[in-house]
């Protein structure tokens, strides 16, 4: 019990919205906003790569490489071979 009023009487207070509305920190949000060549290349660089993960959705949706394998069938053993099938 001691030790907590120890603890509760040296601790101070907060300063909560100390730095809040300093001019500085206003001025670097606003520049922060302002579009240069790095931001340009990143946002170009995102945008690359959100179309390449569209492309391979849309190819693993198709059938194409990375598609998920099919669900095991039992009776697919008395299929006939698939280069019979258009003879």
Known sequence: A?????IKANKRAK?????????SRRAAKKEGNIVDA???RRRAQLEEQAKAAEHKAANRKAGGAGAPP??????????????????
């Open 70 to 87: 099919k669900p095991f069938d039992p009776l697919d053993r008395f299929a006939p071979p698939a280069a019979a099938v258009g003879k």
């Open 2 to 6: 001691k030790r907590i009023e120890d």
């Open 38 to 40: 790095k931001r340009e």
């Open 15 to 23: 300063r909560k919205t100390r730095g809040r509305s300093k001019a």
